[in-house]
């Protein structure tokens, strides 16, 4: 099963992938988490990237398409996989069917995590992130077993730089602009599946499972 997750930053789309990847044993692909980990380890990507993602602007499609066509082209991919964060442009998505063209597939469901831009400023001020594992918490929502500590690796949790108020508006612009097209996009080739994510983190997992199938 290949999967595609859309939806505004902080809709969900990382905590429902990683249970989606869980549940069909299939990897889940970040590409923000591919981009703190370049950055984390000091690379030539990372340092590019992170000129970007300060800004909350998306980082330029040349930097990364390849990353994701090649990642797909992965052994651990022929049983499908979840791409988490991509494609965010028509472009990106251009790029990712012509990949999956030549490799002789296409993607099976765009899984489109619905939450107003209202509830989106609140769940990042909340986000807690652990930059070590990918691993994501919130205060209120989603509080890890020890206060700062994530639970799966140990490390300090902490807050984006880019989840702060004054980025995270700027980042739901450019979500309007330049990633809101895809919906259609993928609603036009029949493959589009809309989840209200306002709803508690179970039961979106629970309605995903039900469209997705056991
Ligand atoms: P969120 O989960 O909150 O939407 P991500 O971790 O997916 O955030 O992305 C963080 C940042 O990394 C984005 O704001 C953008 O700068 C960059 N980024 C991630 N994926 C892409 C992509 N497919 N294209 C361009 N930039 C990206
Ligand atoms: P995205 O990957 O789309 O940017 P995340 O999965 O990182 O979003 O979620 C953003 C924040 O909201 C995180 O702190 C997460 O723990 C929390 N969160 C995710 N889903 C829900 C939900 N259904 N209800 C409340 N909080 C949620
Ligand atoms: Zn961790």
Known sequence: MK???LGAPGAGKGT???KIA???HIPHISTGDIFRANIKNGTELGKKAKEYMDQGLLVPDELTCDLVTDRVAKEDCANGYILDGFPRTIPQAEALERALNAMGTDMDYAVNVDVPDA???NRMAGRRACLNCGGTYHLEFLRPKTEGICD???SELVLRDDDKPETVQKRLDVYHAQTQPLIDFYENKGILKTID???EIDKVFADIIQILGE
């Open 3 to 5: 999967i595609i997750m």
């Open 16 to 18: 429902q992938a990683k």
């Open 22 to 24: 869980d549940y069909y």
């Open 119 to 121: 509830n989106i400023v």
């Open 152 to 154: 799966t690796c140990g």
């Open 197 to 199: 994510g306002t709803q």
